[in-house]
């Protein structure tokens, strides 16, 4: 199995540009997670979608972000506009119905100038 | 969830086995304890969990003391590659529940 796959892995972007980040969960794994780790505040989960379905999203920071999950292999988050203080690496993680274990992808590094 | 404690950092001699704590004194009775690290640069990886009884993978071993209020993940023979930040979390599993709330962590380093 390829893992969760994340892309793109490093973005550069100028603020007030439109940033979307993209998800593959592994295959059969029903629950997906978006995290952002920065060196202040380390790892916050943003949001949580089980079977598709958006749960709990009292992680977004604010109305700038947000999340889909149009099928069970595919979710974007997307920052519009971003700002400079969105800079931070942002993981998605999967994890299957059976068991509690999230399984992380690689993540993708933002820059926002 | 309750809350944990880890040291900021350990050394550990290569070949040698690392002994990483973790307290967790407020841990309910149906509360586990889980083991994440993360290597530079990449997203954190599980390591292994357990309720009470001391529990073995082919990655570590993770040793509850009897009261529960305190564990140890052992590597059992670090490599360089065994370099990471390492995360204890306390949570309840199954019903809903999803949330991972890492802490700090403890930043190993296996010395050469």
């Known amino acids: 199995d390829a893992g969760v796959i994340q892309s793109p892995r490093h973005e550069v972007t100028e603020m007030g540009q439109e940033v979307t980040l993209r998800c593959k969960p592994i295959s059969g794994h029903n629950s997906l997670f978006w995290y952002r780790q920065t060196m202040m505040r380390g790892l916050e989960l943003l949001i949580y979608f089980n079977n598709n379905v958006p749960i709990d999203d009292s992680g977004m920071p604010e109305d700038r972000f947000s999340a889909k999950m149009p099928n069970a292999s595919f979710s974007t988050l997307k920052i519009q506009p971003s700002e400079p203080r969105d800079s931070a690496v942002y993981f998605c993680a999967s994890m299957p119905g059976t068991t509690d274990t999230q399984y992380f992808g690689p993540g993708t590094r933002l820059t926002v100038l | 969830d309750a809350k944990t404690t880890q040291p900021t950092s350990m050394d550990c001699a290569e070949g040698r086995a690392a002994n990483l704590p973790c307290n967790h004194s407020t841990i309910s009775g149906n509360e586990y304890v889980y083991w994440y690290r993360q290597i530079h640069s990449q997203g954190p990886q599980y390591i292994i969990h357990g309720l009470k009884n001391n529990e073995t993978n082919e990655m570590a071993s993770l040793i509850i003391t009897e009261d529960r209020k305190s564990s140890t993940l052992i590597l059992p023979h670090a490599t360089l590659r065994d370099t990471a930040v390492y995360y204890c979390?306390?949570?309840?599993?199954?019903?809903?529940?999803?949330?991972?709330?890492f802490g700090k962590g403890t930043k190993l380093s296996v010395i050469p």
């Open positions: 979390i306390v949570r309840v599993e199954g019903a809903g529940s999803y949330q991972l709330t």
